[in-house]
């Protein structure tokens, strides 16, 4: 039975077919910031923000390959359904898809009423709230890396690098790009309004960096999830891979999923400037630049959330293994840029891009907020070039050390959520196990001729 339009849902109706579309494609990320999603026909727009749209819950615990991993609350409980309801506050024309809008997915587990306990969204607005409590607003300024590919059969992967120049990072134009890709992603970007500002060429062949303007740290993640899904979407339109992997490469170095956090206080000024202050900064940003970095190796958990994360870390990688700060200083995990003032902020460097943009967003501002409640002080900040052991402590090195650092880390997941954790963790450690069992390239070349 189709349900009769609300004068709200009649409007956008009517909005979005005078401007020629028919299609609304509605999406949410599952556990792993993969966009979820199903196109709707414009006459059935009602029914599905009346009734939602229905999924198998099992969707956040299926893995990249298709196996649906045994997390509580999914095969062991019958595959029960979630329902999704459009948000159309969200909607926006797709600029590469005639006939098509987008908006993003409210999930709802139909048993309680309530949001369903893997929606990364909402486990974001959870934190947000505790947030809210301690009369602060979260700002992130999000910025992504990632690379793009070119088919080649010849190759194990059947993919190389797009433009393999060298000596090219932080450059713009042909040189780098010989088919204008930038160009032409920032413009379907900027259609998209999800606040793209500048792109350019990154350190290795065939990568890309595009920053996003900051906000409210769900706007943010909002953003950074549309972004992600469109650069997927039109690589594929040119018959080409983008990925946000870590480091998919060898001969190259990882993506970073750097995030610029600041919090505005109750009068809307930025919580984090005060010269009077050490380096500047006030006392809050202070406790949460100390509890970011107290809490650093459970969140490697959420911010390096891949096998294959921790092959970006290393010396001389600019990507952070050890837990340190510095004003102004790239190679350390946190870095305060030099603004003051209403640019007071922490940089986060830890991220790699194959991070949920939801769940890095929501870890680090329960870090920080672990931090402000504390009220303790940082270490002193980095001097000189960072990666001596002597001086700061290392990160998990692999994705089993940080899953158990964040299941240790008992303040971390008490605001983070029990039901979320335990989905998360079973869902990663099962990521982890099919790996071990797996045999890689490297093993058959290393020993199979020899042994």
């Known amino acids: 039975m189709s349900a009769s339009p609300t004068p709200d849902i009649r409007q956008h109706q009517e909005r979005l077919a005078a401007e020629g579309i028919d299609v609304v494609r509605v999406t949410y990320p599952d556990l792993i910031g993969t966009d979820r999603a199903r196109d709707v026909l414009l006459d059935s727009l009602p029914t599905a923000c009346a009734h939602g749209l229905t999924f198998c819950r099992a969707v956040y615990h299926t893995s990249p390959q298709g196996d649906v991993v045994p997390v509580p609350g999914g095969l062991d409980a019958g595959l029960p359904d979630i329902h999704v309801r459009p948000d159309l506050d969200t909607l926006v024309p797709l600029p590469w898809e005639p006939g098509v809008a987008a908006c993003l997915g409210e999930t709802v587990d139909p048993a309680t009423g309530s949001p369903a306990p893997e929606s990364p969204r909402d486990l974001l607005r959870t934190v947000l709230a505790r947030c809210a409590e301690q009369g602060l607003t979260p700002i992130v300024g999000p910025e992504l890396e990632y690379f793009l590919c070119d088919e080649d059969p010849g190759s194990p992967s059947g993919w190389k690098r797009y433009s393999g120049a060298a000596g090219v990072v932080y450059t713009a134009g042909l040189r780098a790009d010989p088919d204008n890709h930038l160009l032409r992603t920032l413009r379907h970007l900027r259609d998209l309004r999800i606040g793209a500002t500048n792109g350019n060429h990154e350190f290795d062949g065939g990568q890309f960096e595009i920053n996003l303007d900051h906000s409210e740290a769900l706007s943010a993640a909002d953003r950074s999830f549309r972004f992600k899904a469109a650069v997927k979407e039109l690589a594929r339109k040119e018959g080409r891979l983008a990925t946000f992997m870590a480091k998919p490469f060898n001969d190259a170095g990882g993506s970073g999923f750097h995030l610029h956090l600041s919090c505005d206080d109750e009068s809307g000024k930025n919580a984090f400037d005060d010269p009077s202050g050490a380096h500047g900064l006030s006392a809050t940003a202070r406790h949460a630049l100390a509890g970011i970095l107290a809490h650093a190796p459970a969140l490697a958990a959420l911010a390096n959330p891949t ?145």
């Open 307 to 451: 096998v294959n994360s921790y092959k970006r870390f290393g010396p001389d990688t600019l990507a952070p293994w050890l837990i340190d700060w510095g004003l102004d200083n790239r190679s350390a995990m946190v870095r305060v840029p030099p603004e003051r003032g209403s640019g007071a902020r922490l940089e986060l460097r830890l991220g790699d891009a194959s991070a949920n943009p939801y769940l890095l967003i929501a870890g680090t501002i329960a870090a920080a907020l672990l931090g402000v409640r504390a009220g303790e002080e940082p270490p002193a900040p980095l001097e000189g070039y960072g990666y001596d052991t002597a001086r700061s402590a290392v990160l998990p090195m692999n994705l089993s050390d940080a899953l158990d650092a964040l299941e240790a880390d008992t303040a971390l997941t008490e605001v983070l959520g029990k039901d979320f954790t335990t989905s998360y963790l079973g869902y990663k450690r099962n990521e982890v196990e099919r790996f071990h069992r797996h045999v890689t390239d490297w093993e058959f070349t290393e020993y199979a001729y020899h042994l």
